[in-house]
Nanobody
C-alpha cells in the first residue's frame, strides 16, 4: 500500500519559516522524482518545487530563493524548507510521487497570517 504522509504545516507570521516533511512508504522512493504542490482556496493546484532522483531541484518563480526542496533516499523522505513566508503562500501543500497520475499525500495546511 502506497502512502505519502505530509507533516509540518501550521500557522506562521509573515516572514517566518516552516519545514514540511513527507514520509513515503510502499514505493521505490529512490526512482521517483518528488514534487511539492499547493492549492489555495478558490485556486487551482500549482507545482511549487521538484527534486529529481539525482537531487536536481526546480522551483516555481513565486517561491524561488525562499523555498528549498530536498530528499533523503535512505529515509524515504522529502522536505520543503520555506523561509520568508508571505500571506500568499497560504495553501494546502501536497507531496507527490510519479506526476499527476502518480501518488499523492493528504496534504498539510500552511497558513501565513499576522
Amino acid at each position: 500500500q502506497v502512502q505519502l504522509v505530509e507533516s509540518g504545516g501550521g500557522l506562521v507570521q509573515p516572514g517566518g519559516s516552516l519545514r514540511l516533511s513527507c514520509a513515503a512508504s510502499g514505493i521505490r522512493f529512490s526512482v521517483h522524482t518528488m514534487r511539492w504542490h499547493r492549492q489555495a482556496p478558490g485556486k487551482q493546484r500549482e507545482l511549487v518545487a521538484t527534486v529529481t532522483t539525482s537531487g536536481i531541484s526546480n522551483y516555481a518563480d513565486s517561491v524561488k530563493g525562499r523555498f528549498t526542496i530536498s530528499r533523503d533516499n535512505a529515509k524515504n523522505m522529502v522536505y520543503l524548507q520555506m523561509n520568508s513566508l508571505k500571506p500568499e503562500d497560504t495553501a494546502v501543500y501536497y507531496c507527490n510521487a510519479g506526476g499527476q497520475t502518480g501518488f499523492w499525500g493528504q496534504g498539510t495546511q500552511v497558513t501565513v497570517s499576522s
